[in-house]
């Protein structure tokens, strides 16, 4: 079974600022590993994803996330944040190596940029 | 553009109604999710078809009910419709074998139940 953690349903930064959101998880198999984002009113975007080989993994916009097995983690980084960066961010895992698969989601965390 | 269809993109119906929500999915794609994403649960996984049969459950209640037919299109079915059914529902296909590695998301339904 998977399952997924964010840390923190809101984060404020200033624009220019790093921006970090946390994600643990939890997974019997090795797992695949996905950020998604998703802009008001729309449907959830792929940022990044880790399959298998390098763990740092980048992402479309500036994004990027890194697989710690050791830590069960994949949190989601960007150096600097700029306005058109708020959103609603999902973390998720699945099992994807078979037919009978689902991706399971965090519980999003909301990302606001101040000026 | 995912290249994943919903339709309709907005429903308002009563409750103790019934109504179909709609997906295509993209080209070649053979699993078809469903999703519903509530400000109180979050995004859900309701089930998961693979060309034409039901290969995972998750939350789905049992008022509602899904199929994927020959075309690969999907339909999700609510019926005795409640306030509290009131989210959006996502569709998202992954493409099959070695090449499955990740969901392509739908824009959505929003459904309003008064």
């Known amino acids: 079974a998977q399952s997924v953690t964010q840390l923190g349903s809101h984060v404020s930064v200033s624009e220019g600022a790093l921006v970090l959101l946390r994600c643990n998880y939890s997974?019997?198999?090795?797992?695949?590993l996905f950020w998604y984002v998703q802009y008001p009113n729309q449907g959830l975007q792929l940022l990044l994803k880790?399959?298998?080989?390098?763990?740092l993994v980048k992402g479309i916009n500036g994004f990027e996330a890194e697989f710690k097995k050791s830590e069960t983690s994949f949190h989601l980084t960007k150096p600097s944040a700029h306005m058109s960066d708020a959103a609603e961010y999902f973390c998720?895992?699945?099992?994807?190596?078979?037919?009978?698969?689902?991706?399971?989601f965090g519980s999003g965390t909301r990302l606001s940029i101040r000026p | 553009d995912s290249g994943v269809t919903q339709t309709p993109k907005h429903l308002i119906t009563a409750t103790g109604q019934r109504v179909t929500l709609r997906c295509s999915p993209r080209?070649?794609?053979?699993?078809v999710y469903w999703y519903q994403q509530s400000l109180d649960q979050g995004l859900q996984f309701l089930i998961q078809y693979y060309n034409g049969e039901e290969r995972a459950k998750g939350n789905i209640l049992e008022r509602f009910s899904a199929q994927q037919f020959p075309d690969l299109h999907s339909e999700l079915n609510l019926s005795s419709l409640e306030l509290g059914d009131s989210a959006l529902y996502f569709c998202?296909?992954?493409?099959?074998?070695?090449?499955?590695?990740?969901?392509?998301f739908g824009q959505g339904t929003r459904l309003t139940v008064v």
């Open positions: 998720a895992v699945s099992a994807f190596r078979s037919s009978a698969s689902k991706i399971i």
């Open positions: 080209s070649g794609d053979l699993s």
């Open positions: 998202a296909s992954s493409p099959p074998g070695i090449l499955n590695t990740e969901a392509f």
């Open positions: 880790y399959t298998t080989g390098a763990t």
């Open positions: 997974s019997s198999v090795p797992p695949y």
